[in-house]
Nanobody, 128 residues
């Protein structure tokens, strides 16, 4: 059974940083595409970042490019989201997601329906 557990959320001031972690279990993590999404109250779930099975390729949503970095360590079944220069607009629940569809480069795997498994989410609140 595939499970994803996020951690690392919290309250931070604008301009600050946070690193989110996602612990995966079950299935074949080392061959799956991983992604991060976020959802603010009243908004649709928004693509944040995705990464290929080996970490060689990644893609980002326009609103986070240049500020967020996705990475993974397959030997630990972990995926991370380093968030820098945080803005109040980044406030949302952040979700880790996993897909058995291949990620070949930017522009791919940006839709929630392309992901098969989801974590429970972790709250990120950025204050002004």
């Amino acid at each position: 059974q595939v499970q994803l557990v996020e951690s690392g959320g919290g309250l931070v001031q604008a301009g600050g940083s946070l690193r989110l972690s996602c612990q995966a279990s079950g299935g074949t993590f080392g061959t799956d595409t991983m992604g991060w999404f976020r959802q603010a109250p009243g908004n649709e779930r928004e693509f944040v970042a995705s990464i290929s099975w080996n970490g060689a390729a990644s893609g980002y949503g326009d609103s986070v490019k240049g500020r967020f970095t996705i990475s993974r360590v397959n030997t630990k079944n972990m995926v991370y989201l380093q968030m820098d220069v945080l803005k109040t607009d980044d406030t949302a629940v952040y979700y880790c997601a996993r897909s058995d569809k291949r990620f070949l480069g930017p522009g791919m795997r940006e839709r929630p329906e392309e992901y098969d498994w989801w974590g429970q989410g972790t709250q990120v609140t950025v204050s002004s």
